[in-house]
C-alpha cells in the first residue's frame, strides 16, 4: 500500500512508523527540521516499552514528488487543515482514501443526513472559506479518532507514551469493505482498531472530554488534576460540558455519561499535560477552533445557549492573542 503521512508530527510518526514496519511504501510531507531529521535517519518512536522503532519514510517538502497514494493519513493541528488540503490535491485519485487524524470537530462533520438538525451547516470556524471541502472530496474520506498519547521529543523523533486506540468510520455510517481493509491494515501494524458504525458519535465524545480539559489547562498552565481538584474550575468545566453534550444531543451524537463520570476517566490519567498546553509552551498556534468553535458554531445554528462554552472560547482566544498563537 502506498501510504502519504501529511503531517509528521507526534501522531503522524506514530502511525506512519508502524505502517513502514509492516512493509508499506511511507512517505511524508513535512518540513524545516523535521523533513531534514526524517531524510537523515526515517522514521524513529520511542514505544511505550521503551524501545526504539526505527522505519523507512520517503520524506518530501512538496506533494507534487509523490503522486497518487492509496491512502493519505493528516495528522496536523486545525490551523494547517486549509492550507494542507490546498497541497493535498497530487496525493490523490478516484481510489484514494483520506483519513484525518486530528483534533476535534472535522470539516465534513455536519454533511449528510446524519448531523440531525445541523445538517449541511458548513462549518467556517474549521473549514472558513469551504476550501477543505473542495479540495477532499467527502466520498473519499473516512473518519478517524484517537486515542494515543505521544509527543515529538526533537524533530523527527517521537516518544510514543501510552495507548494503541484507533476508531475508524464511515462519515455517513455502518460498515463498508473500505473501512475494514483500512482497519486490517492498521490492526496488523499493532493498533487496537475499532470499526465504528456512528463514528461521529465517537468523535463528538471525544470532544465532550477535551472542550474543557485543554482551553483551561492553556489558559491556566495546570496539569489536568489541579483543574479537577479545584471545586470552582471543575464546576465551571462541568457546565461546559452539560451544554456540550446538549448541542450533541440534537445532532444525534448524545453522550450517555455526566461530566462527573467523565472527570473521574480523566483523574485516572494522572498529572498530565494537555496538547494544547503543550502548544502554549511550544509556542505553536491554538487548536482552539477546531476543539471549541466548532461546538459554539453549531450549538448557534441550534438556537442551544451556550453561555460557559462561550466564555471559555473568548478567554482562551485573548490570551492566544496575546501571545500570538490565535489570529487576531
Same mark, same amino acid.
Given at each position: 500500500?502506498? +501510504?502519504?503521512?501529511?503531517?509528521?508530527?507526534?501522531?503522524?510518526?506514530?502511525? %506512519?512508523?508502524?505502517?513502514?514496519? !509492516?512493509?508499506?511504501?511511507?512517505?511524508? +510531507?513535512?518540513?524545516?527540521?523535521?523533513?531534514?531529521?526524517?531524510?537523515?535517519?526515517?522514521?524513529?518512536?520511542?514505544?511505550?516499552?521503551?524501545?526504539?522503532?526505527?522505519? $523507512?519514510?520517503?520524506? +518530501?517538502?512538496?506533494?507534487?514528488?509523490? %503522486?497518487?497514494?492509496?491512502?493519505?493519513?493528516?495528522?496536523?493541528?486545525?490551523?494547517?487543515?486549509?492550507?494542507?488540503?490546498?497541497?493535498?490535491?497530487?496525493?490523490?485519485?478516484?481510489?484514494?482514501?483520506?483519513? $484525518?487524524?486530528?483534533? %476535534?470537530?472535522?470539516?465534513?462533520?455536519?454533511?449528510?443526513?446524519?448531523?440531525? !438538525?445541523?445538517?449541511?451547516?458548513?462549518?467556517?470556524?474549521?473549514?472558513?472559506?469551504?476550501?477543505?471541502?473542495?479540495?477532499?472530496?467527502?466520498?473519499?474520506?473516512?473518519?478517524?479518532?484517537?486515542?494515543?498519547?505521544?509527543?515529538?521529543?526533537?524533530? %523527527?523523533?517521537?516518544?510514543?507514551?501510552?495507548?494503541?486506540?484507533?476508531?475508524?468510520? &464511515?462519515?455517513?455510517?455502518?460498515?463498508?469493505?473500505?473501512? !475494514?481493509?483500512?482497519?486490517?491494515?492498521?490492526?496488523?501494524?499493532?493498533?487496537?482498531?475499532?470499526?465504528?458504525?456512528? +463514528?461521529?458519535?465517537?468523535? #463528538?465524545?471525544?470532544? #465532550?472530554?477535551?472542550?474543557?480539559?485543554?482551553?483551561?489547562?492553556?489558559?491556566?498552565?495546570?496539569?489536568?488534576?489541579?483543574?479537577?481538584?479545584?471545586?470552582?474550575?471543575?464546576?465551571?468545566?462541568?457546565?461546559?460540558?452539560? &451544554?456540550?453534550?446538549?448541542?450533541?444531543?440534537?445532532?444525534?451524537?448524545?453522550?450517555?455519561?455526566? $461530566?462527573?463520570?467523565?472527570?473521574?476517566?480523566?483523574?485516572?490519567?494522572?498529572?498530565?499535560?494537555?496538547?494544547?498546553? !503543550?502548544?502554549? &509552551?511550544?509556542?505553536?498556534?491554538? &487548536?482552539?477552533?477546531?476543539?471549541?468553535?466548532?461546538?459554539?458554531?453549531?450549538?448557534?445554528?441550534?438556537?442551544?445557549?451556550?453561555?460557559?462554552?462561550?466564555?471559555?472560547?473568548?478567554?482562551?482566544?485573548?490570551?492566544?492573542?496575546?501571545?500570538?498563537?490565535? $489570529?487576531?
Amino acid at each position: 500500500m502506498r +501510504v502519504c503521512i501529511y503531517g509528521a508530527g507526534a501522531i503522524g510518526g506514530v502511525i %506512519g512508523a508502524n505502517l513502514a514496519a !509492516q512493509g508499506h511504501a511511507v512517505s511524508a +510531507v513535512a518540513r524545516g527540521d523535521t523533513l531534514a531529521a526524517l531524510q537523515r535517519h526515517g522514521w524513529r518512536v520511542q514505544r511505550p516499552d521503551g524501545t526504539l522503532l526505527q522505519a $523507512p519514510v520517503q520524506a +518530501v517538502a512538496d506533494s507534487r514528488s509523490l %503522486g497518487p497514494q492509496d491512502l493519505v493519513v493528516v495528522a496536523v493541528k486545525g490551523p494547517a487543515m486549509p492550507a494542507v488540503a490546498a497541497g493535498m490535491a497530487p496525493l490523490l485519485d478516484d481510489r484514494t482514501l483520506v483519513l $484525518p487524524a486530528i483534533n %476535534g470537530v472535522p470539516w465534513w462533520f455536519c454533511a449528510g443526513q446524519q448531523a440531525g !438538525q445541523a445538517s449541511g451547516l458548513a462549518l467556517r470556524s474549521v473549514d472558513p472559506d469551504g476550501a477543505t471541502a473542495r479540495a477532499i472530496p467527502l466520498a473519499q474520506v473516512l473518519g478517524c479518532v484517537v486515542h494515543l498519547a505521544a509527543a515529538v521529543a526533537t524533530p %523527527g523523533e517521537v516518544h510514543w507514551r501510552s495507548g494503541r486506540g484507533l476508531i475508524v468510520g &464511515e462519515p455517513a455510517g455502518g460498515p463498508s469493505p473500505r473501512l !475494514q481493509a483500512l482497519a486490517d491494515v492498521l490492526t496488523a501494524a499493532g493498533f487496537d482498531v475499532t470499526c465504528s458504525a456512528d +463514528v461521529r458519535r465517537d468523535i #463528538w465524545y471525544k470532544l #465532550w472530554g477535551n472542550l474543557t480539559m485543554n482551553p483551561m489547562s492553556a489558559l491556566t498552565g495546570a496539569t489536568v488534576d489541579r483543574l479537577l481538584d479545584d471545586p470552582l474550575t471543575r464546576a465551571f468545566c462541568s457546565a461546559a460540558m452539560a &451544554e456540550t453534550a446538549a448541542i450533541g444531543e440534537r445532532i444525534g451524537c448524545a453522550v450517555a455519561q455526566t $461530566p462527573e463520570e467523565r472527570h473521574a476517566v480523566t483523574r485516572r490519567l494522572g498529572a498530565f499535560k494537555t496538547s494544547m498546553l !503543550q502548544d502554549v &509552551e511550544a509556542g505553536r498556534p491554538l &487548536e482552539l477552533d477546531a476543539i471549541v468553535g466548532a461546538v459554539r458554531e453549531i450549538g448557534a445554528h441550534l438556537g442551544l445557549a451556550s453561555p460557559h462554552v462561550d466564555a471559555l472560547f473568548g478567554m482562551t482566544r485573548v490570551f492566544g492573542q496575546v501571545r500570538g498563537l490565535y $489570529p487576531a
